[in-house]
């Protein structure tokens, strides 16, 4: 079995899944009601804005917030969207089988992952044609937002990569929902002890997932950050790929 194989299985398996159209449906309706809010108050200051020199626009106050709407969700749901990756098939019994086909442990992985963040780019899509729809009639600064999509793209894709991860550390999808719940808001807010003791700065400030984040969101796109990502990326998947291997050597 292929990494190709994989993802279409497990897309298939997501299309069937009642609780991902749920809270994909969720998940788009309250990013529209948020839409609808922040455009009615963008028009109702749209005029003091333009008698100001450096006003915030469109980009700023509608496109941008939208996005970081997207992400304060996917804290909840991506957990619940991974769960049952590997914790349900392991809970099932169905895992084995999956190895029995001889694919690789990181194949597994990846080929699940692809498709998590195949499901996650369409919410990203669905979620950005609401400020684009009026791009023709507003002046959108597309490099802040280009830049505060990619920040988008890469959190989720961080969080899907912890979903994962822990999904793969247990065998009850409850807890791997709750306990990516609990890594992520820890690698959210993992620096706000030193900032209230009035530290700030240094290695607790890189490790914070918020830090990156936000430069990405005010338009900044930066070498560390970006590698950041990829290394937040990278180490729940080898993790849960080295969980999968470790199974496989005791059976």
């Known amino acids: 079995m292929s990494i190709r194989a994989v ?20 998940a788009i309706a309250w990013l529209a009601w948020t839409y609808v809010l922040s455009l009615g108050n963008f028009l109702n200051v749209q005029v003091k804005l333009a008698a100001l020199a450096d006003a915030p ?9 939208l996005l970081a709407e997207l992400i304060k969700l996917a804290f909840l749901v991506v957990p619940l969207l991974t769960m049952s990756l590997l914790a349900g098939e392991r809970r099932a019994g169905t895992l084995p089988l999956l190895a029995s086909t001889g694919i690789a442990p990181w194949k597994l992985i990846v080929g699940k992952y692809l498709a998590v963040l195949a499901w996650l780019a369409v919410w990203l899509i669905a979620t950005l044609a609401m400020p684009l729809v009026l791009a023709g009639s507003t002046s959108p600064d597309w490099g802040k937002l280009a830049a505060a999509t990619l920040g988008t793209a890469l959190t989720l894709a961080t969080l899907a990569a912890i979903g994962i991860a822990c999904s793969a550390a247990t065998g009850y999808p409850a807890i ?8 992520t808001l820890l690698l959210w807010t993992v620096d706000r002890g030193a900032q209230a003791a009035g530290v700030s700065g240094g290695f607790l400030e890189w490790l914070t997932m918020s830090t990156h984040l936000q430069n ?36």
């Not at 980009?59 to 941008?64: H, P």
């Open 176 to 183: 791997a929902a709750a306990l990516a719940l609990i890594v």
């Open 57 to 65: 626009g469109f980009t700023d106050l509608v496109s941008v917030p």
């Open 7 to 26: 993802t279409r299985l497990e897309l298939r398996r997501l299309l069937v899944r009642p609780m991902a159209w749920a809270l994909a449906a969720l």
């Open 216 to 251: 990405l969101l005010r338009g900044l796109v930066t070498s560390p950050d970006l590698i950041w990502f990829a290394l937040a990326i990278a180490l729940p998947l080898i993790l849960a790929a080295r969980r999968l291997s470790a199974d496989r050597e005791r059976h």
